[in-house]
């Protein structure tokens, strides 16, 4: 099994059906509106957020939580997974009733007990949801900054990309990076090349969420191979919203030809029936990597990781340790 790592998946999003259902039945609710047949309904990036957000409102206290993250790390985990770095939300834990601190708290206990079972290592990335608005994401900036949890190292920004002017949350991206915390930000995935553009221009991340509509525009693939910016790219995800109308038109292979760094991700993935092991496949049946090269997108994910060096150096020897000598490159 090809040793993985993931940079890009949202925990709310990583809830499955099954879950939900539960989930639902602890608090009395009816979920027949966005759960059918087992599965999520949504038909568009507009209802699909919708569902989320019912979905989400269901993890209402610090067990719900920790049973969440322990649920999704063991699994990915199982999957031949290292290394994983969760969006998490405090907007949403607080809508559904848990002070961000308590979140972060559970969130913290669940990568404990799938750290103890399996050996994976996780970490947070606060996220900031854009369409909620430059102040709501500022806020979830300062809750990062302040929050003190040793596993909190990074923050972003998801939500709806075509919201808003990308100016009015430079604030937001600069109390994180002054705070000392890793910086990614979803960009060029609904939004189309001129989103990434400003995103580099206007919070420095060191990696972008999605990224892959760059492609419309070849000076800015070329910025982003020379300056090392790490695409986290899902690919299933991307299909599944239509970003792109199937793998044979999925930009992946021109962007690693043109030298960018990209990881591969599940970003939510019951939504899109995916897994971290169905995005490797997919990068070796539609993409054409070898064994040798999806351990290579590894390894760029745990160098783009937001930890410290002695766990990076840890990480980058298991990797070594994990990977057959004939895969290797
Ligand atoms: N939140 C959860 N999944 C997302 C995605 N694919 N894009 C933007 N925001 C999200
Ligand atoms: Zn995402």
């Known amino acids: 099994m090809v040793p993985k790592a993931e940079l890009h998946c949202h925990i709310e999003g990583a809830a499955p059906p099954e879950l939900v259902e539960r989930q639902a039945q602890k608090y009395g609710k009816d979920i027949s509106a966005f759960v059918r047949d087992g599965a999520f ?66 969130l913290g206990e669940g990568i404990r007990r799938a750290k103890e079972k399996t050996g994976i290592e996780a970490r947070m990335i606060v996220t900031g949801i854009r369409h909620y608005g430059p102040e709501a994401v500022e806020a979830a900036a300062r809750f990062a900054a302040d929050c003190r949890h040793r596993l909190v190292t990074g923050f972003g920004m998801a939500g709806e990309e075509r919201f808003g002017d990308s100016r009015d949350y430079i604030r937001a991206f600069d109390i994180a990076r002054d705070a000392g915390l890793g910086i990614t930000v979803h960009a060029g995935e609904l939004a189309g090349w001129e989103s990434v553009a400003a995103a580099l221009d206007h919070y420095r991340p060191s990696r972008i969420g999605h990224g892959v509509r760059a492609i419309e525009n070849p000076d800015l693939v070329r910025k982003i191979a020379d300056e090392s910016v790490v695409l986290e790219v899902c690919p299933v995800s991307n299909v599944a919203l239509q970003v792109f109308p199937d793998f044979a038109h999925h930009p992946f292979p021109q962007l690693r030809t043109a030298g960018c760094r990209l990881t591969l991700n599940s970003d939510d993935p019951p939504y899109f029936a995916t897994s971290l092991a169905r995005e490797y496949e997919v990068a070796a049946q539609h993409f054409g990597l070898t064994e040798g090269e999806l351990a290579g997108i590894t390894r760029v994910a745990i160098e783009a990781a937001f930890v410290d060096e002695r766990t990076r150096a840890r990480l980058l020897a298991s990797l070594e340790q994990h990977t057959p000598d004939e895969t290797k490159l």
């Open 41 to 106: 309904v949504w038909h568009d990036f507009t209802s699909f957020l919708a569902t989320y957000d019912a979905a989400a409102g269901l993890f209402r206290t610090g067990e719900d939580y920790a049973l969440l993250a322990e649920h999704y790390l063991t699994g990915l985990a199982r999957e031949g997974a290292l290394y994983s770095e969760i969006f998490i939300s405090p907007d949403h834990a607080r809508t559904a009733g848990l002070p961000p601190a308590k979140y972060t708290d559970a």
